[in-house]
């Protein structure tokens, strides 16, 4: 008989004299000039951010300096300055593994509420419900262009269950979970032969390609994603969602050797390569950051989290808290996360900053579209998400609860349970 479990955490005017004809000048200046405020005001109101959601795998809370009382192991000083710029979510909930985190960002419902409660397996013919409205949906409605790169993990067996069949333009990286990072080659366990090499490139126009990306997954996500934004700037004048989805940190640990340089002081192996592959994403993300400044200018957002806490068995660290990834400990659901506003707080407010109110992974829907003024989109979707748009901006709390994990031992829907 399955155990139920279950765990739910609850926060808690001046007058002056004026010459004869001043007045005159005054009126006429201000009839000029309120037609033009109302003018700016209605760009402003109707103008809709560039918006760029990078989610990376396994990345504990203690594995970004930024978010350490002291100097960590792991070097990120370009993540740490991004952000130094932003604002630091200081209780950012997510679910215990990948695939519940990401059914909760494509949908803005509660992973158990997708169906999608565990980690999926290859196999599986799980995905996400077809009638189940998603982010690049919706998005697209708001008159945006949709695109994803790297890691799907929310459903395989059919392509209507893939990125394009729910939802976005195009898609390239892999489905699944494990790859090694030069080879894209696919395992269960080190021991047993591998499922096969995952990598595609795939458009809504029904072609695709599956090929032999031999460069490190992180370097071959990163640059694709600028690829994609320099592709968007030349085609249409949309703004654009992208959703970069980094393999990195998962295992297996295959950092380049580079950025191996700078964890030498590390003597324990897998903390040592996993320090590696956090910086090579620091590398990424600080390409892909700068990029979209250059290419898509400072009428940008970009909000960065892990999918769930750090692996510590493949060296994540995830102290002061418990536990880690697969665990319903703060560990496990309590990650590193921030939000970085490049038009300087036009739709965040103010940079340099720390929110402490909670949000929820499953947040992220509602308050895409707030910000891209098409909340309408889903007020009748009855979805578990909180629109944080307001909250961010103000320091207002939304949340006051937030579930973070509910299933049964039979429904991890690998054929397993």
Not at 130 to 151: C, E, F, I
């Amino acid at each position: 008989m399955g155990l139920l479990h279950l765990l739910v955490l609850v926060c808690i005017g001046v007058s002056r004299g004026q010459r004869k004809g001043e007045n005159i000048i005054d009126e006429t200046e201000k009839a000029v000039e309120e037609p033009r405020k109302v003018i700016e005001e209605a760009v402003i109101e109707n103008e809709k951010p560039n918006i760029i959601f990078i989610m990376v795998d396994d990345v504990g809370w203690a594995d970004f300096d930024y978010n350490t009382p002291g100097p960590s192991a792991i070097p990120t000083p370009n993540i740490d300055s991004l952000a130094e710029q932003g604002i630091k979510l200081k209780t950012h909930y997510v679910h215990p593994t990948c695939t519940p985190s990401r059914a909760a960002f494509m949908t803005g419902r509660y992973s158990a509420n997708t169906g999608l409660p565990f980690a999926m397996y290859p196999g599986s013919v799980a995905g996400l419900p077809p009638d189940m409205p998603t982010l690049p949906q919706l998005m697209r409605k708001a008159g945006y262009s949709a695109h994803m790169v790297g890691k799907w993990h929310l459903g395989h067996s059919q392509p209507k269950q893939g990125p394009i069949g729910r939802g976005f333009e195009s898609h390239t990286g892999s489905y699944m979970w494990d790859l090694e990072s030069y080879t894209k080659l696919m395992w269960d366990r080190p021991w047993t032969k591998p499922y096969g090499a995952d990598w595609i490139k795939a458009h809504e126009n029904g072609s695709y390609l599956h090929y032999p990306e031999t460069r490190h997954s992180t370097i071959a996500l990163t640059e694709e994603a600028v690829t994609v934004m320099e592709d968007h700037k030349k085609k249409t004048d949309n703004p654009l969602f992208m959703y970069l989805s980094y393999n990195a940190a998962h295992s297996p640990l295959q950092p380049e050797a580079s950025w191996l340089e700078y964890c030498s002081s590390i003597p324990h192996l897998w903390r040592y390569q996993y320090c590696g592959m956090v910086v090579g994403l620091d590398w990424g993300i600080k390409r892909v950051a700068d990029a979209a400044k250059e290419i898509l200018g400072e009428n940008t957002i970009i909000v960065v989290s892990s999918d769930n806490g750090g692996s510590v068995w493949f060296g994540g660290l995830n102290e002061p808290l418990r536990s880690g990834k697969h665990t319903s400990f703060e560990g496990g659901v309590r990650v590193p996360a921030f939000a970085v506003d490049l038009s300087g707080g036009k739709y965040l407010g103010r940079g340099g900053r720390e929110f402490k109110g909670i949000v929820h992974i499953s947040d992220w829907l509602p308050t895409f579209l707030s910000l891209a003024r098409s909340s309408n989109l889903y007020q009748d979707l009855d979805m578990d998400g909180v629109d944080q748009s307001k909250a961010l901006a103000t320091g207002k709390r939304e949340r006051r609860t937030v579930l973070l994990d509910l299933y049964t031992a039979s429904d991890s829907h690998d054929g397993k349970g």
